[in-house]
């Protein structure tokens, strides 16, 4: 079975930092791309930063310069590093990947349980 389990998630001030992992476990032969999505109450999922397994990095507009998502093929992770984090940031943060399982079977949008995110003075 096939499961993400984010981590790092809490509260922090505005223009504080955070770091959030991510670990895919399972039986895993490939992973295609991993990203963060959040959603904040009231709206709609979006995505945040994903990256390819050929490091191919894709942002938010409203993230950019400020979020670096980085990943590890090898150990099966991806990292969200948040600096200068706005109260408009305040979400439930996702981790998504699509990968390969041994067998055949290909997970497209696997999803973990989410983590909160909070920045409030």
């Known amino acids: 079975q096939v499961q993400l389990v984010e981590s790092g998630g809490g509260l922090v001030q505005p223009g504080g930092s955070l770091r959030l992992s991510c670990a895919a476990s399972?039986?895993?032969?490939?992973?295609?791309?991993m990203g963060w999505y959040r959603q904040a109450p009231g709206k709609q999922r979006e995505l945040v930063a994903v990256?390819?397994?050929?490091?191919?990095?894709n942002y938010a507009d409203s993230v950019k310069g400020r979020f670096t998502i980085s990943g590890d093929n090898a150990k099966k992770t991806v990292d969200l590093q948040m600096n200068s984090l706005k109260p408009e940031d305040t979400a439930v943060y996702y981790c998504?990947?699509?990968?390969?399982?041994?067998?055949?079977?290909?997970?497209?949008?696997?999803w973990g349980q989410g983590t909160q995110v909070t920045v409030s003075s």
């Open positions: 998504n990947a699509d990968l390969d399982v041994f067998g055949g079977i290909r997970y497209r949008d696997k």
């Open positions: 399972g039986h895993i032969f490939n992973i295609n791309h």
């Open positions: 990256i390819s397994s050929g490091d191919q990095t």
